[in-house]
């Protein structure tokens, strides 16, 4: 049973670039979260895609987008990068099911550097 | 606000040295309590979910357990393997919200 997946797992930007990032959730799972983690952080919540809709959004500029497919995968999209973009981008998936919270599952992540 | 505080930043343990890892969290109405373990580089692992206080999880050398204003990681007997970062994260009960919180972890490194 594949774990969440994730791609590319390392990638170089210039300031002003654009970028996507790629994940796969572990398998019967239906709800994709994103997380960024600076060095020396705890992961900070991005946003959260669910029925292929953004359900809820941390505290990030627009400029960090997303979707996800009927399959459930899910893609974030960063435009006009900016150093302090650098992190880890973490990817977690999770089943909907009503009131009854189901843990979250991490990926690898993606290595981000942005020159 | 939501927030997670974790101490110490760093511990260094000998091998078989047991010690406590802490996380206290202010939140409004807590939905469940995640421990995560994290490796240089690699995402975080899952360990334990603790939903409410008096609340005990044990997974082989460690040991969970919640309050009403935190949560402890017991490790007993540790070994070099179990060098990694702790991450401790909160999820709220406020309606919709599906965001975990995280501390910034604890540093644990058990010398041989």
């Known amino acids: 049973d594949a774990g969440v997946t994730q791609s590319p797992t390392h990638l170089i930007k210039t300031r002003g670039q654009q970028v996507t990032l790629r994940c796969s959730p572990k398998?019967?799972?239906?709800?994709v979260s994103w997380y960024q983690q600076a060095l020396g952080q705890g992961p900070q919540f991005i946003f959260q895609?669910?029925?292929?809709?953004?359900?809820q959004r941390g505290n990030f500029p627009d400029r960090f987008s997303g979707h996800q497919f009927p399959n459930y995968s899910s893609e974030l999209n960063v435009n006009a990068l900016l150093l302090g973009d650098s992190a880890l981008y973490l990817c977690?998936?999770?089943?909907?099911?009503?009131?009854?919270?189901?843990?979250?599952?991490f990926g690898p992540g993606t290595r981000l550097t942005v020159l | 606000e939501d927030q997670v505080t974790q101490s110490p930043e760093a511990l260094r343990l000998q091998e078989g040295e047991s010690s406590s890892l802490n996380c206290s969290y202010t939140v409004s109405g807590l939905r469940g309590l995640f421990w995560y373990r994290q490796d240089p580089g690699k995402g975080p692992e899952f360990l334990f979910t603790l939903y409410s206080a008096g609340e005990e999880k044990e997974k082989e050398r460690l040991k969970a357990t919640l309050t009403k204003k935190e949560s402890f990681l017991h490790i007993t007997a540790p070994k070099p393997e179990d060098s990694a970062t702790y991450l401790c994260a909160v999820q709220a009960k406020q309606g919709g919200s599906e965001k975990l919180v995280f501390g910034k972890g604890t540093k644990l490194t058990v010398n041989p």
């Open positions: 895609y669910y029925e292929e809709e953004e359900r």
């Open positions: 977690a998936s999770s089943l909907e099911i009503g009131d009854f919270y189901n843990e979250q599952f």
């Open positions: 398998s019967g799972h239906d709800t």
